[in-house]
């Protein structure tokens, strides 16, 4: 007999008839070690026992059934006059609809006694009846066949009925639960007694297994109800978001919705009370439906029908729970592994790990960790994955952002998976890159409910730019299949929650604090990405000036689209900064307010909506980000180092450690112009078939080393004149021969220098020289970070030449936006919803009380608004942190500031790989990693993403640190 009590995870999946709760869905649930639970209600007998056998044929694990009890309760004298009455009044709603009503009413048994031979025959683990008891015949037929037997209860009084039938468990069901009440009687009014108590009062009355039901919406939940004497939690709701789930694109679209509208309990659907999202229907007829189960249903079936098949939300019947708020997309396996109760001892004698930030890098973590488990077959592990935002996607991939903001890589270049091109200490695990996701059928459940998403799937090509949160739907996709195929032996508990503190354990390694009790485990793993900074003295100076007068102020940081809606469309909003942010702000006050871009031969044409603010907009270099080169490289291909080459690293970091360190400007920078070049002459020489390189490129390598002056003459050997070579002044001061006469003369020199920049990117990142040379720099960050990290370059070396100099201006040239926002911007400019000042660009407040805009070299320039929007992306520093977490590991000196004499690089500082954090005393932790963005000033380019078929360092460095922290303790 089944026996609740050996389950992996007591979670249960509610049995929502009607078409939500699948085979597969069942299936999954029980496969990761919790229930699933079919629903026979609806189905006709062969119907039912062939889902049966479909759940059968995915899953060994035990699953359970469930049944709807017959009403056989007397309808009273009246009963036909108030459903006819009811009739009456949707007459119309299915006149609008465009369907007939039945004419009489109907009264059905759900052929019970059929379905209760297929139980019999099929013999299932469980059955649950919901709306009323079977008779004692029933159940002994059930305990006679060893299959378990579960009564839906919502009150004590029907619990004591239930336990005195002799079922075997009752699964208790409160007032927030989604879809039916489960009254024992259709015209019952249910009690509104809070889960948490009823399930108290009656644990106290009976030693039966009790499973709670509704409003379970997080593992504080479970908690509590398991707290108040239940054996396990039934899920009802939240599975709607499962992709395993079979549940209509409206009613999916009304529930994850930017704000689902709130539930009422309603009879209109069917007759008997049931929670749904209120609409129109709930609204018009909840006062006047009828008590008569199953009459109302089969009534109303026609009206939902159409409703379903027309789109129309309005007339259906949203089930859901007092907490639909909480419904995200995932899957079974991740909603069980962030619902399932972890103890703060749990399973201690296994590798413990806690991976604190769960975006990408977390994401790399976790799959190196299952590969690690899937080598160590004997062993057990536990891993605790922390994400207060969206685990999988994190903060700034979240699924929930605005449609018009993109990445700046192809989606045929983004991957979260380990390729031959990497070496990995553990086994490699297969899995598509973000492109090769999008055209599998892997992707369907995940993106076709969502018109906007199927629409991108389909258009989306390998060399266009993704949505974010398109990027989002996949990471969470690869969580959700990284935890289904975990090999039995790693057990992944993921907690959607703020890490406040980690403390050091002498017994058992760290103490993990969340909302959650706090967790003990051996080793913890920091990745957590962009972390909120300290407002600076000026950020903190224009906050305090934007409250006295009145101003909206954005500080800086990635793009807040929410704070961007009190910005009204007779508004002028200043923004600082051209970069990536910049064009996050454009897109949200633009297209985002639903204004129309549009083929106007080769440019684009745009439409205003009338809800645009007036944007002026500037900065240091006075003009955006170069536009990304038209990808012609494909998926792998990518510029092979000619200069900083393994032999030139190996001499270089040999050099390094002679001299306690390189001087960037002088012994790296030059290398690295010299490979832009190589690109750039190589390509060039292309485009004009220059014979002297059609055979070798050695010539030109050659060439390029020579000093300046011979270098002039071996190029000229080779057919290049000096106008050919680069200007680099003009790469990085472009604006240096602009007209700043006045603004008119600047605009129109803006528009063709925007104008090149897109001819250049339409001419693509293989073709066109510049494009070309610039892609180059994001080719070879593996061969510079390798003399970038770890003290390679001087302290003030890499403080003047790196921060200052190459960082910003390796983002100028080669992390801009896709061509596409670059057509937009010259657009817009066009339109005159959009102007920029000019060069290094000023902003303060001005002496009527406004924010001004203006560059000191462009006449005329100064702008006022009621706005200011600093678009820049800040590094991060441990100096200025806004986490707690990180802040509270400085100041107990389990982590220290990475420092080198009297330079401070902002940095975590951890060892080399596997990036040990070091404490303040100058030990490094054997059991505390940080991995990413926190350690950006001793690493380097940690923003990067995973890039497939490209030797991803990202891959590399979680797989040391998954081997290191899963290492066999002593």
Same mark, same amino acid.
């Given at each position: ?16 008839? /009607? ?21 026979? /209600? ?551 307010? /639903? ?376």
């Amino acid at each position: 007999m089944f026996d609740i009590h050996e389950l992996v995870h007591p979670i249960i999946g509610a049995p929502m008839a /009607g078409g939500p709760t699948t085979p597969a869905l069942v299936a999954a649930v029980s496969r990761v070690g919790g229930l699933g639970f079919l629903p026979g /209600g609806y189905l006709s007998p062969h119907q039912f026992h062939q889902r049966i056998c479909e759940v059968k044929a995915l899953t060994d694990r035990p699953f359970g059934v469930n049944l709807f009890v017959p009403d056989g309760s007397e309808r009273g004298s009246n009963s036909d006059q108030l459903w006819h009455q009811y009739r009456k009044q949707l007459q119309s709603t299915a006149t609008l609809l465009g369907t007939a009503l039945p004419v009489t009413p109907r009264r059905h048994d759900d052929h019970f006694a059929d379905k209760l031979n297929v139980v019999l025959q099929e013999q299932p683990a469980v059955i649950s009846f919901t709306f009323g008891l079977p008779t004692a015949h029933v159940i002994e037929q059930m305990r006679h066949a060893r299959i378990g037997t579960i009564a839906t209860v919502t009150s004590e009084d029907e619990a004591r009925e239930a336990a005195g039938a002799g079922v075997d468990m009752l699964c208790v069901q409160g007032p927030e639960a989604g879809g039916h009440r489960a009254t024992f009687r259709a015209e019952a009014e249910p009690t509104d007694v809070p889960l948490a108590a009823l399930v108290a009062a009656i644990r106290r009355e009976t030693f039966l297994p009790i499973i709670a039901a509704g409003g379970i919406d997080s593992r504080r939940r479970v908690n509590e109800m398991l707290a108040s004497g239940a054996d396990a939690v039934q899920i009802g709701t939240l599975m709607l978001g499962c992709v395993e789930a079979d549940v209509k694109a409206v009613h999916l679209r009304a529930i994850l919705g930017v704000k689902a509208p709130p539930t009422v309990v309603t009879r209109s659907f069917t007759g008997r009370p049931a929670r749904a999202l209120a609409n129109n229907f709930t609204r018009e007829h909840s006062a006047s439906a009828p008590a008569l189960y199953p009459e109302v249903h089969y009534l109303t079936a026609p009206l939902r029908g159409a409703a379903a098949k027309a789109g129309e939300d309005a007339y259906l019947n949203l089930w859901a729970g007092a907490r639909a708020d909480s419904v995200r997309r995932t899957s079974a396996a991740a909603l069980v592994a962030e619902l399932t109760p972890r103890a703060p001892d749990d399973d201690l004698t296994s590798e413990t790990l806690a991976i604190v930030g769960l975006g990408p890098r977390g994401l790399a973590v976790l799959e190196r960790s299952i590969a690690v488990a899937r080598d160590n077959p004997m062993r057990r592990f536990v891993v605790d994955c922390f994400d207060d935002t969206e685990p999988g996607a994190g903060r700034v991939w979240t699924t929930t952002q605005p449609s018009t903001l993109l990445m700046n890589t192809v989606s045929s270049q983004v991957t979260m998976f380990p390729d031959e091109t990497v070496a990995t200490m553990a086994s490699a695990s297969d899995g598509p890159s973000l492109f090769d996701w999008l055209q599998s059928p892997d992707s369907d459940g995940w993106l076709n409910w969502d018109e906007s998403l199927a629409i991108e799937r389909r258009e989306l090509g390998p060399n266009d730019y993704p949505t974010r949160r398109m990027y989002g739907h996949y990471l969470v996709w690869v969580l959700s299949k990284l935890v289904a195929s975990a090999p039995s032996n790693i057990q992944i508990f993921i907690h959607r929650d703020t890490v406040a503190r980690i403390d050091q354990d002498g017994t058992t390694g760290w103490v993990v604090h969340s909302k959650e009790p706090p967790l003990s485990v051996r080793k913890a793993v920091l990745a957590v990405g962009h972390t909120p900074a300290t407002p600076s003295d000026e950020e903190r100076c224009l906050h305090e000036q934007a409250t006295e007068h009145g101003l909206g102020y954005i500080g800086t940081g990635d793009a807040d689209w929410e704070a961007a809606r009190a910005i009204r469309s007779d508004d002028t909003v200043l923004i600082k900064g051209l970069g990536l942010v910049f064009f996050d702000y454009l897109s949200i006050l633009t297209e985002g307010r /639903g204004g129309t871009f549009k083929a106007d031969g080769n440019e684009l044409r745009y439409t205003p909506s009338g809800r645009e603010p007036h944007i002026v907009a500037g900065c240091r270099r006075g003009v955006p980000h170069h536009a990304r080169g038209i990808n012609q490289k494909g998926v792998a291909a990518r510029h092979q180092p000619r200069f900083l080459t393994p032999t030139r690293i190996a001499a270089l970091l040999d050099e390094s450690r002679v001299r306690g360190g390189l001087d960037f400007m002088t012994d790296v920078w030059p290398i690295i112009k010299r490979e832009v070049e190589f690109v750039y002459l190589s390509t060039l020489a292309q485009q004009r078939g220059l014979p002297q390189l059609d055979k070798s490129a050695e010539c030109l390598v050659r060439a390029l080393e020579h000093s300046d002056e011979d270098r002039v003459v071996a190029l000229a050997e080779l057919g290049f004149s000096k106008d050919d070579f680069l200007e680099w002044s003009q790469l990085t001061d472009p604006c240096e021969d602009a007209p700043v006469t006045s603004t008119g003369d600047f605009e129109g020199w803006l528009k063709e220098y925007l104008r090149r920049d897109i001819a250049s990117a339409r001419a693509g990142n293989v073709r066109d020289p510049l494009k070309a040379a610039l892609d180059s720099l994001r080719d070879l960050r593996n061969e510079i970070r390798q003399v970038m990290e770890h003290d390679t370059v001087t302290p003030d070396s890499y403080r003047t030449g790196v921060v200052d100099f190459y960082n910003p201006l390796s983002a100028f040239l080669s992390i801009g936006p896709p061509m596409e926002r670059i057509s937009q911007l010259l657009a817009l400019v066009r339109a005159g919803v959009v102007s920029v000042v000019g060069p290094r660009t000023e902003v303060g407040l001005s002496p009527s009380g406004r924010w001004f805009m203006r560059s000191p070299l462009v006449s005329g320039s100064q702008v006022e608004g009621g706005w200011l929007i600093d678009a820049r992306l800040p590094a991060f520093s441990a100096d200025t942190t806004g986490s707690g977490l990180l802040t509270g590991l400085l100041e107990r000196g389990y982590a220290r500031a990475h420092a080198v004499c009297e330079y401070r690089s902002g940095a975590i500082q951890v060892t080399e790989r596997p990036y040990r954090v070091v404490s303040s005393d100058g030990r490094p932790h054997s059991d505390l990693y940080c991995f990413g963005i926190p350690t950006e000033g001793l690493t380097w380019a940690t923003a990067a993403g995973i890039r497939p078929c490209a030797g991803s360092v990202i891959v590399a460095d979680a797989d040391h640190i998954a081997e290191d922290a899963l290492a066999q303790s002593a």
